[in-house]
């Protein structure tokens, strides 16, 4: 069931922050793009299905090379004063080294996925893609479980790159790339 963005002259973090205290439990996702509110629907056992592996893997990756730290959603960030957003999944990165602290609002990523639903197929390609990549994110991916594909997203492309073989991620030059077979990947899902 899509559901569209609710028009409004103009949304605050304080009327988003309103509507989530007000919902009973983690859905439906409350998001705020430049005075505009995105609202989505629960996600569905597939997307969570996904979810939970991706981060799984994104996880140890990210903690084994101490690049930041890997989160999924339901968690805020504020990349801007009048933005919140709940990627599903996102890595925030060390600065000087260090994490900021948990109770920090987070600011700063340097992945954001979206693992595409019914309900947020459209913001997921469009509106957060150019809200992330115009706003410092430099890897953004739109995971298709239907499609069994990842669309790579950097800031400047005009496409996505496809990818449905090996996917490689490399956000610190220094260390060794993140490598997923994404065809493995999807079949562990099903079975």
Not at 58 to 83: F, M, N, Q, W
Not at 131 to 139: A, E, K, T, Y
Request: proline share 8%; aromatic share 8%; glycine share 6%.
């Amino acid at each position: 069931m899509a559901m569209p963005v609710v028009h409004r002259d103009r949304w605050t973090v304080e009327d988003l922050e309103q509507l989530i205290e007000g919902r009973d439990g983690h859905t439906p996702r409350y998001e705020l793009v430049d005075g505009d509110l995105l609202v989505t629907p629960a996600p569905s056992n597939r997307h969570q299905a996904i979810l939970v592996e991706l981060f799984v893997l994104i996880r140890e990756y990210v903690k084994h090379h101490r690049l930041g730290k890997a989160y999924v959603s339901p968690c805020t960030v504020a990349l801007t004063p009048d933005s919140r957003f709940e990627p599903d999944l996102f890595v925030i990165p060390r600065v000087a080294g260090r994490l900021p602290p948990l109770d920090a609002l987070i600011t700063r990523i340097m992945l954001a996925a979206e693992v595409v639903s019914s309900g947020s197929a459209r913001h997921d390609r469009i509106t957060k893609r150019k809200f992330f990549l115009g706003n410092g994110v430099p890897d953004y991916w739109v995971v298709d479980g239907e499609a069994q594909i990842f669309e790579v997203w950097k800031p400047g492309d005009d496409r996505a790159a496809l990818v449905d073989d090996r996917l490689i991620w490399q956000p610190v030059p220094s260390v060794p790339a993140f490598e997923l077979d994404v065809r493995q990947f999807f079949a562990s899902i099903e079975d």
